[in-house]
């Protein structure tokens, strides 16, 4: 268990739909990110939040959005669902420290939430 | 932009024997941070080995070792004693600074035969 839980594991939805990826962050961690790998790709990197507010923007969808409450869990919003977004939603976080510090500047990810849009 | 290259998208090697896997990266940036991870058939993403652009040092992490060539932007994982549990992909990563996003290579497919 890395500390990084995602819900849900699975989805399965339908072209036209919206669904909401939820995760929790480490313990003590206050960066969030969400990365996409489609079918036997890379992660593609999607949006960052710090704290409570975006920080950095990938190639992420005018339909997908994100937010980090302040319990510092993230949901990401995925609408207006096409085939083509069927994937693995990786979520990861960090803790932000100065350089040097023990266990910085690693990413710890979760288990992924796989959607499959029929 | 930063960007991260694996040149290698498939690799295959016998059980107990070594196996290095290239990657190499752009950046403009003088330090920042790269690390080598690995997807087994779970998917899970596991960090395998890190480097900090400062240490001179290549970073080992018990039979994972890196080569770490800061001019020529070159940070290769070396594999020894290879075991079935080892098959997986594996991605490349780049990262500028703390509190800053991951740049991952497209990965290579690691194969052990036994």
């Known amino acids: 268990d890395s500390g990084v839980t995602q819900t849900p594991k699975h989805l399965i939805t339908a072209t036209g739909q919206r669904v909401t990826l939820r995760c929790s962050p480490r313990s003590g961690d206050l960066s969030v990110y969400w990365y996409q790998q489609s079918l036997d790709q890379g992660l593609q990197f999607l949006i960052q939040y710090y704290n409570g507010e975006e920080r950095a923007k990938g190639n992420i969808l005018e339909r997908f959005s994100a937010q980090q409450f302040p319990d510092l869990h993230s949901e990401l919003n995925l609408s207006s669902l096409e085939l083509g977004d069927s994937a693995l939603y990786f979520c990861?976080?960090?803790?932000?420290?100065?350089?040097?510090?023990?266990?910085?500047?690693?990413?710890?990810f979760g288990a992924g939430s796989r959607l499959t849009v029929l | 932009a930063q960007t991260v290259t694996q040149s290698q998208p498939e690799m295959s090697v016998q059980e107990a024997e070594t196996v290095t896997l290239s990657c190499t990266y752009d950046t403009s940036e003088s330090d920042y941070y790269l690390f080598w991870y690995k997807q087994p058939p779970s998917r899970q993403m596991i960090l395998v080995i890190r480097?900090?652009?400062?240490?001179?040092q290549n970073a080992t992490e018990n039979r994972f070792s890196v080569n770490f060539q800061k001019a020529a932007k070159s940070f290769s994982l070396k594999i020894s004693d290879s075991q079935l549990g080892d098959a997986a992909m594996y991605f490349c990563?780049?990262?500028?600074?703390?509190?800053?996003?991951?740049?991952f290579g497209a990965g290579t497919i690691l194969r052990v035969k036994s």
């Open positions: 990861a976080s960090s803790v932000t420290v100065r350089q040097g510090a023990s266990g910085a500047n690693v990413l710890t």
């Open positions: 480097q900090e652009a400062y240490k001179q």
């Open positions: 990563a780049y990262r500028m600074e703390y509190g800053n996003k991951l740049v």
